[in-house]
């Protein structure tokens, strides 16, 4: 074994897919790349998602308590980087990326119709935004498109370089405990 800063933890616990997440403050869709988030419960559905005030999308998630998550593909890659890449107050990145906009049901921040999925988003809890700029999010409405050609997603290993879904392990017959989230 060969040890490595604790600093770089992320590295190995990469939490899930890179995201993208959609705001839209003052009628003003935005995009940002997001890599930290996690699941915390089941039932509401809440997603622990890391957005800094250095993010562009933060004041907007601060000031409207809504938006949307994402789930882009491999095939979507470059401009997810790239979107990470530049800042929402110099550029309307819908438009730069060539990605389409579609309204959500419940919440003002758009959909990415190219995108594998979208999680309709409300703030169920704010406590540890000034501390630790963890947002709780509930999830409110799922869209998914599942005759989508391509369905692999990203997931950022910490370094600039990223691993994409592979062949999927069906161990369903297994999760004895957990059926009930089999559905």
Same mark, same amino acid.
């Given at each position: 074994?060969?040890?490595?800063?604790?600093s770089q933890?992320y590295?190995l616990?990469?939490?899930?897919?890179? !995201?993208l !997440?959609?705001?839209?403050?003052?009628?003003?869709p935005?995009?940002?790349t997001?890599?930290f988030h996690?699941?915390i419960?089941h039932?509401?559905?809440?997603?622990?998602?890391v957005?800094?005030?250095?993010?562009?999308?933060?004041?907007?998630?601060? =000031?409207?308590?809504?938006?949307v998550?994402?789930?882009?593909t491999?095939?979507?890659?470059?401009?997810v980087?790239?979107?990470?890449?530049c =800042?929402?107050?110099?550029v309307?990145?819908?438009g730069?990326f060539?990605?389409?906009p579609?309204p959500?049901h419940?919440? =003002?921040?758009?959909?990415?119709t190219?995108?594998?999925?979208n999680?309709?988003?409300?703030v169920?809890?704010s406590r540890? !935004?000034?501390?630790?700029?963890?947002?709780?999010?509930e999830?409110r409405?799922?869209?998914?498109?599942?005759?989508?050609?391509?369905?692999?997603?990203?997931?950022?290993?910490?370094d600039?370089?990223?691993a994409?879904?592979?062949a999927v392990?069906?161990?369903?017959e297994?999760?004895?405990?957990?059926?009930?989230?089999?559905?």
């Open positions: 074994m060969k040890e490595m800063p604790a933890a590295r616990l990469e939490p899930g897919p890179i !995201v !997440v959609t705001t839209s403050h003052f009628g003003k935005n995009i940002m997001m890599g996690m699941m419960q039932d509401p559905p809440l997603i622990g998602c957005i800094g005030p250095w993010d562009h999308s933060y004041s907007a998630l601060r =000031a409207t308590g809504e938006c998550i994402a789930i882009p491999v095939d979507l890659a470059e401009k980087v790239d979107i990470g890449n =800042a929402g107050d110099a309307e990145k819908f730069r060539g990605l389409t579609q959500a419940d919440v =003002a921040a758009p959909l990415i190219e995108c594998l999925a999680i309709e988003c409300r169920a809890d540890l !935004v000034e501390e630790h700029n963890l947002f709780i999010l999830a409405r799922i869209w998914i498109d599942p005759d989508r050609e391509e369905q692999r997603t990203l997931h950022h290993r910490g600039g370089s990223f994409a879904d592979g392990l069906d161990l369903r297994r999760m004895v405990k957990w059926r009930h989230l089999q559905r």
